[in-house]
């Protein structure tokens, strides 16, 4: 089983950042088509990558003989792609792939018997380039065919490859949406508050740099500083009475919430 010819469903953000790697580290690999609902996005993404990829609107105009169906849509729709794809009889002997975290690979093998999963942990920005080889890929497959498939699709992307069954990959993801979106949320929230009292938003970014820096040599557990950590009650209750007193009471409260936590942990509450 190989996976040379590839028809990429879904052109957005992940799909992009997937395309372009797959040109930049693949170039064996081939997307001979992209799939968006409509075209449009498909259209863009294709022209980006320029050559002679074809773009498919609708179930019907995929291509029939591609040896992977690399499924990059959004998790809600990838089970419902994949019936489509199923009840049309599209890529019967083909690798089928998904790149969701949170999605188990049941949503694919329940349709199709070679099918895998290669999840890229890591967070993708439009306009934002990154080093694809330096992305963890998680893998998981039904058959040897599909793992070895996938394995090997995967060595040709990143440095950094590991197998996590479908449970510990919804761990995992979990893991990075508290990690990454939770905190990127909070620091959103906190250059919101700097622009509103007629400071740099990004002020903080000397102290997140040193935080993220720590985080590469010490445990989170250890790398805490701050009010909450040292018990330092009189300064959280400043902090809470500024942001009341400046209309942020929804901050306060997570402010409340949060450094609560941090006490309970610590022991300093």
Known sequence: MTAERIVLLGAGRLATHLSRALKAYAPERRIVQIYSPGGHSARRLAESLGGDVQVASSVDELDRTADCYLFAVPDTAIAEVAESLSAHGIGRDALWVHVSGATPLEALSHCHRDAAVLYPLQTFSEGRELDFRKVPLYLEGTTPEAKTAVEAL??????????????????????????CNFSNYLIGRAESLLTSQGLPPKAILPLLDEMNEKLHHLPAVEAQTGPAQRGDKETIRRHQAFLIRSGEAELAALYDELSTAIQRIYGTI
């Open 154 to 179: 995967g060595c040709e992307l990143s440095d950094v490859l590991a197998w996590a069954t479908s449970e510990q990959r919804q761990v995992l993801h979990i893991a990075a949406v508290v990690a």
